[in-house]
């Protein structure tokens, strides 16, 4: 971020976009680039422009020609309603009849083109990783990847436009962010060379070791085939019955009930190539590499209630986190790494096979490697344009990156291609602007659903002379794609694997004692939970067993919450080296884009709350003002904007709170006007109940309360101590946020509460 303070940045100019016309003052998430008129605009006018925030894909032709053409002109243009076809129209309210009140006529041509049209406006949801989120960015190389690779886009300096996908493996599109599950983090970059599609999740390894087992864990892990439930979740019979029975999966699965299957955003979330890739340099020399992408943010995580409370109040919380904070200007960033490891026939590292999708290398073996900058700083201007058509395939690959011989990979090599025929209808998908490339095509594919390249020539074979031989082939010295010629030894053709694939439960131990004592509470709550949901308690007693082969307490906890024998281990468990890159606890981050709820009635202290706001955008973070009620709060020319009341306002929104005196209670603060302010309490008269809640929320999910004059009585109110960890009171709200900001950076103040393990 090349800019100090990017947030205020982005405040001041989205404040004087809008002027008064709602809750201003930096607030992300406007939903017009100019004013909204009480009345209905009549006086004809062209669209209004993208927001500024907002970004198209570039302007290449199907065949990835640059065409020098304004990115909006893609769009609807004209002042004045059109058919399809580009006729005006006078009225899209009424059907044509015979008569006011007679039957509508046949013959009513818009009519049947605009419910033609509506009836096929929604394609085939993506089997898995059906929702999602994107936005636009830049990847800039830092040259460091030039010796172990020929790829263009990995040049010192090098700019190459992206589009990023994140999303969730198993809900529907109408599922929630925050379930607990497995997330995508697909990249596509718009190289020189072609498009490079690197294909990942949040979690470095897989289920399974074979594509040929991708249905099953799928279809294990989706909702009851009878009844269609349970949405977007793993707790459930199917999915422990095929883990517990495929040991394999314990490693993904332990990954998946700690606090990695339930992040905070997708701008703190680690993403992860899974499979080994192989590197070609300019000589020719190949090395394995692992992808890794590493937020600047650092990784961090929401607590278990709280990812259960959000997907009610907000189960848009992660779709909307990521296009506010572009918006603010807090600009999400990843570096992008590598861990490197010699080719040899074996294709091994320290004894770990590098072709096996559910084993990790530990990065005290192999560091990871910086190679270059992924910043994103454009929202969509069309989600179903941009982000719904988007269609990633790792075999999109470039000169000098390679495919290895992991089994997974070479199931996905097939699938990703089959899968957008059916969704994008037909062989053409590459041509919607999302997915074009930025490089020129000649491929000699013609015609299909959706041509929109009009190919000129008569001859699209090889070899020909019809048209003067083009295309003609290119060579290694002309930036061709080259297949590695790998050794392939000799053997039987067999369904089989190797025997270093048997080993199912040293990684899930190391995973296991990678992580600190919260981390370790953490997972054997999201095991007793997700089990204590199995009908079977045969399943459960199974998954026990798997455990033992972990560890011993870890395998005890759970047993003791289900209240199930605890079974011992059949083998000796693995000896291993924790690996501390694994915890996401006790390192600290950059705070930018947290967002800080200030809690005030508008009257105590107004002063000290405005210099509050502006030293939270000043330090790079988002200040939200909750009031008792909407409004502006204080003089006209003076007045605070406040963005939540008590009735909207809830915990799980916030990074932090700051209480600015002792609010009054609002005057909806009754349980038939809202259920959380709930029955009169002894301190209704002079406290809101939901007010109240919040704290509460804020305290038990470990996060940083703050306040001054007066906020100590709404802290004892809430059952809070004033002198535990994370609670901070001073004499101002600056002197609050300074106190804070150093708590912040830890993410939450997780020695609040004492562990047990």
């Keep these: 971020m090349s800019n100090p303070n990017p947030i205020k940045a982005a405040a001041e100019k989205l404040t004087r976009a809008l002027g008064d016309d709602g809750p201003a003052e930096g607030v992300p998430g406007a939903p017009s680039p100019e004013p909204v008129p009480v009345e209905e605009p009549v006086e004809p006018r062209g669209p209004l422009p993208p927001k500024a ?62 419910i033609m049209h509506f009836d096929h406006e929604r394609i085939p949801e993506r089997v898995v990783h059906a929702r999602g989120a994107g936005a636009h960015g830049i990847f800039q190389a830092y040259g460091t990847a030039e010796n172990v690779t020929r790829a263009a886009f990995l040049r010192k300096d090098t700019e190459t436009p992206v589009f990023v996908r994140f999303s969730t493996v198993l809900g529907s599109r109408g599922s929630a962010d925050t379930v607990r599950d497995t997330r995508g983090f697909a ?21 399974i070791q074979d594509a040929i087992k991708f249905p099953d864990v799928i279809h294990a892990g989706k909702p009851h085939p009878d009844r269609e439930i349970p949405q ?11 883990v517990s029975l495929h040991t394999e999966a314990q490693h993904h699965t332990l990954w998946n009930m700690s606090d990695r299957g339930i992040p905070r955003s997708f701008r703190t979330m680690e993403g992860f190539g899974v499979h080994t890739f192989r590197l070609v340099d300019a000589q020719g020399g190949t090395t394995l590499v692992k992808f890794h992408w590493k937020p600047k943010l650092g990784v961090h995580s929401l607590v278990w209630e709280e990812a259960q409370i959000t997907s009610g109040v907000d189960p848009d919380f992660h779709r909307r986190d990521l296009a506010d904070a572009i918006e603010t200007g807090a600009y999400p960033q990843w570096e992008l790494g590598i861990q490197v490891f010699p080719d040899i026939p074996e294709q091994t590292f320290e004894g770990i096979d590098l072709l096996d999708s559910t084993k990790i290398v530990p990065e005290e073996l192999a560091p990871v490697q910086p190679i270059g900058l992924l910043t994103l700083d454009r929202n969509p201007s069309n989600f179903f344009a941009e982000t719904e058509q988007i269609a990633f395939h790792v075999g999109h690959l470039v000169p000098g990156i390679d495919v290895t011989d992991d089994p997974l990979l070479a199931g996905r090599l097939f699938s990703y291609l089959d899968t957008q025929i059916t969704r994008l209808a037909g062989p053409n998908f590459n041509q919607i602007p999302i997915n074009r490339p930025h490089s020129p095509v000649n491929d000699m594919l013609r015609d299909g659903f959706h041509q929109q390249a009009v190919h000129t020539g008569v001859a699209p074979y090889k070899p020909n002379s019809l048209d003067g031989g083009c295309p003609f082939f290119a060579g290694a010295d002309s930036g061709a794609f080259i297949e590695t010629p790998v050794e392939v030894p000799a053997g039987r053709k067999v369904r089989d694997a190797p025997a270093s694939y048997a080993d199912h439960f040293s990684q899930p131990r190391l995973f296991w004692l990678s992580m600190s004592a919260v981390e370790r509470e953490h997972i054997i709550a999201a095991y007793t939970f997700e089990l204590g949901k199995c009908w079977s308690n045969a399943i459960k007693e199974r998954q026990l067993r798997a455990l033992a082969q972990i560890d011993a307490e870890l395998c005890a906890r759970v047993a003791e919450g289900l209240g199930l024998p605890v079974p011992e281990a059949t083998e000796t468990l693995a000896e291993v080296q924790p690996s501390p890159a694994l915890s996401q606890v006790g390192q600290e981050w950059p705070a930018d884009g947290r967002v800080i709820g200030i809690v005030t009635d508008g009257s105590t202290d107004a002063d000290g709350v405005r210099a509050l706001r502006q030293a939270v955008q000043h330090a790079g973070m988002v200040p939200l003002v909750i009031a008792p009620a909407g409004g502006k709060l204080g003089t006209d020319g003076d007045a605070i904007t406040v963005q ?35 029955a009169p309490g002894p301190d209704q008269a002079t406290l809101d109940a939901r007010l109240l809640l919040l704290v509460a929320e804020a305290f038990r999910h470990a ?51 004492p562990t047990a393990v």
Excluded: C
């Excluded at 199907?62 to 053409?69: H, I, K, L, N, Y």
């Excluded at 912040?744 to 020695?751: E, Q, T, Y």
């Design 232 to 242: 977007a979740q793993s707790a459930h019979d199917t999915f422990w019955d095929f």
């Design 703 to 753: 996060k940083v309360i703050g306040g001054w004059a007066g906020a100590q009585a709404v802290l004892q109110a809430a059952a809070v101590p004033s002198d535990a960890p994370g609670v901070v009171l001073a004499d101002s709200g600056e002197a609050v946020l300074t106190a804070m900001t150093a708590l912040l950076a830890r993410h939450r103040v997780w020695d609040r509460f």
């Design 644 to 678: 939540r009341t008590f009735a909207t306002a809830r915990s799980v929104e916030f990074d932090a709170v700051i209480i600015a005196g002792t609010p009054a209670p609002g005057g909806d603060s009754y349980g038939s006007r809202d259920a959380k302010a709930g």
């Design 53 to 114: 925030d907002q970004g198209t894909p570039e302007t290449v032709s199907p065949t990835g020609q640059p065409t020098g053409a304004d990115p909006t002109r893609k769009a609807q243009s004209g002042p004045y309603l059109t058919t399809a076809q580009g006729t005006r129209l006078y009225d899209t309210d009424h059907s044509l009849k015979a008569g006011a009140r007679g039957p509508v006529l046949l013959q009513d041509h818009h009519l049947r083109e605009k």
């Design 187 to 207: 990249t596509k970059f718009y190289t020189e060379e072609g498009v490079f599609d690197l294909v990942g999740n949040n979690i470095p390894v897989f289920f």
